[in-house]
C-alpha cells in the first residue's frame, strides 16, 4: 500500500502543478486575409495598429528580431520575436521584460482566411502570472482586444 502511495504521489509531483494561464482572443476582419496580415505587419507594425503603443523601436540580439515598445502615458516593453511564418501568416513572441503582471509569456498572432472573402485575426499567449491569475488574465486580454480592434479599424 505504501509503495503504491508513494508512486502515485511520486507521479503527481514529476507533473507538476499547471503554473501557466492561456489567454486567447480572435476577432472577424472584414477584408481579405492579405491585407489583414500586411496591415499587422512586420514585428514592428505593433505601434500602427495598437492604440496602447505610442513606438516601437526595432534591434537585433543573438540573429533574432527584438523589439523596444514605448507605452503611450509612459513605460516600455522588450519583446523578442521566436518564429514568424508569412505564408501562414503568423509570427510568435516572447516578453524579455515589461511592466506587466506576466512571466515567461510566450505569444503568437495569426492571421487564416475565413473562405467568404475575410479573415480572422486570433491573438493568444501563455504565462505564468505575477499574482493573482485572475488579474494577470484581465490585463493581458484587454491588451489582445484594444489590439485586435485597432487591427479592424486599420484594415478596413
Not at 30 to 43: C, L, R, S
Request: with cysteine; net charge neutral; charged share 20%.
Amino acid at each position: 500500500m505504501f509503495k503504491r502511495f508513494t508512486l502515485v504521489a511520486a507521479a503527481m509531483l514529476a507533473a507538476g502543478p499547471a503554473f501557466a494561464a492561456d489567454v486567447t482572443e480572435s476577432t472577424p476582419v472584414n477584408a481579405p486575409a492579405a491585407k489583414v496580415w500586411a496591415t499587422i505587419g512586420g514585428f514592428c507594425g505593433i505601434a500602427k495598429w495598437h492604440p496602447a503603443v505610442e513606438g516601437c523601436a526595432l534591434s537585433e540580439q543573438g540573429g533574432k528580431p527584438i523589439r523596444t515598445l514605448s507605452l503611450k502615458g509612459g513605460g516600455t516593453i522588450v519583446e523578442q520575436e521566436t518564429g514568424r511564418d508569412d505564408v501562414a501568416m503568423k509570427y510568435s513572441y516572447v516578453i524579455l521584460e515589461s511592466p506587466l503582471p506576466v512571466q515567461n509569456y510566450i505569444s503568437t498572432i495569426a492571421v487564416t482566411d475565413n473562405g467568404k472573402g475575410g479573415a480572422v485575426v486570433t491573438w493568444s499567449g501563455q504565462f505564468e502570472p505575477k499574482g493573482a491569475e485572475a488579474a494577470a488574465k484581465t490585463v493581458i486580454d484587454g491588451i489582445y482586444v484594444k489590439g485586435l480592434a485597432g487591427i479592424v479599424d486599420k484594415s478596413t
